[in-house]
């Protein structure tokens, strides 16, 4: 846990004499100290950082005396930014498991839409041969009918011919018969004679 430590900064001046090119001079300069406490519970040689209480006050936009609530409150933070994390890692592992399923989902969509582009294609085709099929049995319906007009009529003809042959015969056989029973009759009246 961070701990905030006050103390003040003390400053004295401090003069040192210096023999330079065999004449002494005085140096004076600010000595500066910080003064720790035994509670402040620091091990020597340790790093410490100092900021001052008007850089802690731009950084956190509190009072020195908030402080340690503050650190607190950044502490809970990041063991929030710690859940936070972990849910973004999930959330990126679902987002990929949906990526993945999406990229399934438009594969298959695209295979289905071009078994339906071919389909529709067949389809089209079948309808222009049903057309076209339609348009030769029509043809052919008018063939046939007019076949069946020349057959009706030729029928038709070949029944008035068969008849004017049946009685063509019919008079032959009669006419034949006639001559015949008149031949045979004269014969008859010759022979009893």
């Known amino acids: 846990m961070v701990r905030v430590i006050k103390s003040a900064v003390k400053c004295y001046k401090k003069k040192t004499k210096k023999t330079v090119g065999g004449k002494t001079k005085i140096y004076e300069y600010n000595q500066y100290l910080i003064p720790l406490k035994k509670s402040d519970d620091l091990e020597c040689s340790e790093d410490v950082f100092i900021l001052s209480q008007k850089q802690l006050n731009e950084i956190t936009g509190r009072e020195v005396s908030d402080l340690n609530q503050y650190f607190e409150d950044i502490m809970a933070y990041q063991g929030n930014v710690e ?11 679902k987002k990929s498991e949906l990526s993945k399923s999406y990229q399934d989902l438009v594969t298959k969509n695209a295979k289905t839409n071009k078994k339906l582009k071919i389909e529709s294609q067949r389809a089209k085709d079948l309808e222009e041969t049903n057309q076209k099929l339609l348009k030769d049995i029509g043809a052919k319906n008018r063939e046939y ?10 029928l038709e003809k070949n029944k008035v011919m068969e008849e004017e042959i049946n009685q063509k015969d019919k008079d032959i056989w009669s006419s034949l018969k006639s001559r015949l029973g008149s031949s045979v009759k004269k014969e008859q009246d010759e022979e009893g004679k």
């Open 83 to 93: 859940e936070y994390e972990n849910t973004i890692a999930e959330m990126e592992w």
């Open 145 to 154: 009918q007019d076949l069946k007009k020349k057959y009706d009529f030729e």
